[in-house]
DNA sequence: GATGAATGAGCGTTCATTCAT
DNA sequence: AATGAATGAACGCTCATTCAT
């Protein structure tokens, strides 16, 4: 999972992606550059020059690669939005309650450490209305929420955690972790140079704050 | 309390401020544009035209007023950076804690309803590593956040509330307020078209969250 | 002579000039800071906002006084060929022949070193093919040399100077004369500072140069 | 002997030039159509568009060859530099002094007379006091000028010639023949039609006048 | 597969000029 | 007599995209 727009079913490539090596190594490394200027300068900010320049090709190349420059990003979005749920898609109706709440909101706050480029292109589109992510948000995202949802309802009924409002539980938990991957020179600045690392104090309040919050 | 970089006082304009009303209603539209196109494209994303043409003037006409775009920018995110740190400048250090901080996430959240746009403006730039604000940031928030952190490690250590890192605390009040604004569209694509406004359920689940945080 | 455009004959304004003692004022700051600007920066390279603000008005002001920039360039060319043509007007065909030559470059170096912008300004104007004094050129200028050199030609004929080409002759002084007002940083910028004023030496070595020529 | 900014050594070309034909081709026909445009109007005044007319290129071509209009005027001046001093350099300590001068003078002639428009883009830069070329007049012009002028110190102290300034006379030797150049419309103009070609009579012209100013 | 060359559309900005007062 | 306000036209320049090889 250190690639851009982590993508962990190799499988879905089969039909659609270039088949040469040579191809698929600069087709990561376009999408690797994109994700680090998209992210930085949002999609209109971003110039194919700099794209170009970071993915060490030339920019006619770029377009060999991908029709336009939309066609990056949209490639870049559709290959997030899969690594972006798996961490709520995991969460076991199985399981015991609190630890699996528990358990995603650390898998999410890790993926804010290592993922923080993909957070703030995600963070990116969400801002300027999802023009180019509406869809996903609306089918794909909805229906993972809407089902986790209600395995939460159903694990509230059961008395196993705390009442509160299933949705905004999981708002809560994006809201919090992303925090710090998107706001990251937010919070370096206020924290001062001692606290160089936030993540593992944001680790522990989290574990408080949701410990609170779910006990039922 | 519908205008762009909300000014809370008026009185503040007496000097810095062009004194005919022809100048003051176009000064107030071109930054009310502004905020409206900045905030849903960023800054290089918008464009003078959109600007002109949202408030209503023409290109040219804009550069009467300013210097150049950036000079709109600026000029917005630094009459923003005040009203941003109201709500927390008024919590109370002679106030009852609990209620201290309760009343600030209201007024934050409260905040974030009335101002997206602002909230968006302030998001995009950090987004990008406030290229712009950084200095407003280091310093003024800063300050404003450290000694604010100190009044609730105060609180903390005469057992009002319960004893939480101070700036996390923070932190999530932002995040957790903010990204009903900065993440408006996602919220309601989330919770569909009968829960039209997110802001009274949001109230209530960030009333319990922090109750059961701050609980000593 | 300290005025701009410099005016020997102020009758001429009767008609054409207004009459208001604050109208003229005005009409001459405009031309004096045109000259200043035009001869320093040429035509296009002048901006109207730079003349007034030289001439302390406001642009429409200046607009109020002439029709258009090109009206004021035009303006201040007219006002200048009468004065630009009066050391040579002044050559006595009944005046002793080498003393009249010699007086005349005399005359004409002071000029360039009282009035470099108006030798600026036409210099700029004639190196851009004379648009806006063409006509003046072919005219009024021709006409006065062709004189002239017929006068010279007399004195050739009666032996009393040298028998050069009487027209190369008056382009040689024009040429050496104007040179140190035109090429006055390059003059400077060789003599070196040591030689703050060049124009003393330049009197000498004209002298020398057309005492030599002219010797019958 | 007919392009842009000559340069009488194209060996000098071979690392910091373009390698393929097409791109010599195109750096060639913008400098060329650059210096049309520049000498006749101006660098304020010349505009891309026009450039690129000349040129037979897009504008946004023109800026795929230098980086901006400046860059543009910049490389035509430096360019031009070693052009321009290349006559008095080749001025020779151990030749037959009065043969040197007189010599240097023809070669000045011929250039003013091969190169107007490169005697124009000088005159214009230097007319508004060298904005881009004060480096190159404080150094390299002024010292090869001060090293000819201690050169013609030695032959007058030799009395080979006689002892005017030697500064002044190199002053002299530019300002009569740039000025065929760059008051070539004047010249003509006064001549009118039948002296279509100046430059033979003021050739002879100026061989009497060093001829008299020099003979010791 | 890859790239140097080229461009149309559009950007932020400047500026001479006009308008309203 | 003067000026704040406004603008059309144009400017230098950028950029995603296309073309030719």
């Known amino acids: 999972m250190d690639e851009a727009a982590a993508q962990p079913d190799p499988a879905q490539d089969e039909e659609a992606r270039p088949r040469t090596r040579i191809q698929r190594r600069n087709t990561q490394a376009i999408l690797?550059?994109?994700?680090?200027?998209?992210?930085?300068?949002?999609?209109?900010?971003?110039?194919?020059?700099?794209?170009?320049?970071?993915?060490?090709?030339?920019?006619?190349?770029?377009?060999?690669?991908?029709?336009?420059?939309?066609?990056?990003?949209?490639?870049?979005?559709?290959?997030?939005?899969?690594?972006?749920?798996?961490p709520l898609r995991e969460m076991d109706p199985e399981g015991e309650p609190e630890a699996e709440i528990?358990?995603?909101?650390?898998?999410?706050?890790?993926?804010?450490?290592?993922?923080?480029?993909?957070?703030?292109?995600?963070?990116?589109?969400?801002?300027?209305?999802?023009?180019?992510?509406?869809?996903?948000?609306?089918?794909?995202?909805?229906?993972?929420?809407?089902?986790?949802?209600?395995?939460i309802r159903g694990w509230q009924a059961a008395g196993k955690i705390a009442p509160v409002h299933p949705y905004h539980l999981i708002?809560?938990?994006?809201?919090?972790?992303?925090?710090?991957?998107?706001?990251?020179?937010?919070?370096?600045?206020?924290?001062g140079p001692e606290g160089a690392d936030p993540f593992p104090e944001a680790g522990r309040f989290l574990d408080t704050l949701f410990g609170r919050l779910l006990a039922p």
Not at 175 to 191: G, K, P, S, W
């Open 102 to 151: 528990m358990a995603y909101v650390r898998r999410k706050l890790q993926m804010a450490r290592d993922y923080p480029r993909e957070s703030r292109l995600f963070a990116n589109e969400i801002l300027q209305g999802a023009p180019r992510m509406r869809a996903a948000i609306e089918g794909e995202l909805k229906d993972l929420v809407d089902e986790k949802a209600e395995v």
């Open 32 to 86: 690797d550059a994109a994700l680090e200027v998209f992210s930085a300068q949002g999609f209109r900010g971003a110039t194919l020059d700099q794209i170009a320049e970071v993915a060490g090709l030339s920019k006619p190349n770029l377009l060999y690669y991908f029709a336009s420059k939309e066609a990056i990003h949209v490639e870049l979005l559709s290959g997030l939005m899969d690594t972006w749920l798996d």
């Open 171 to 191: 708002f809560s938990i994006w809201a919090l972790t992303q925090h710090y991957a998107d706001f990251d020179m937010q919070v370096r600045a206020v924290l």
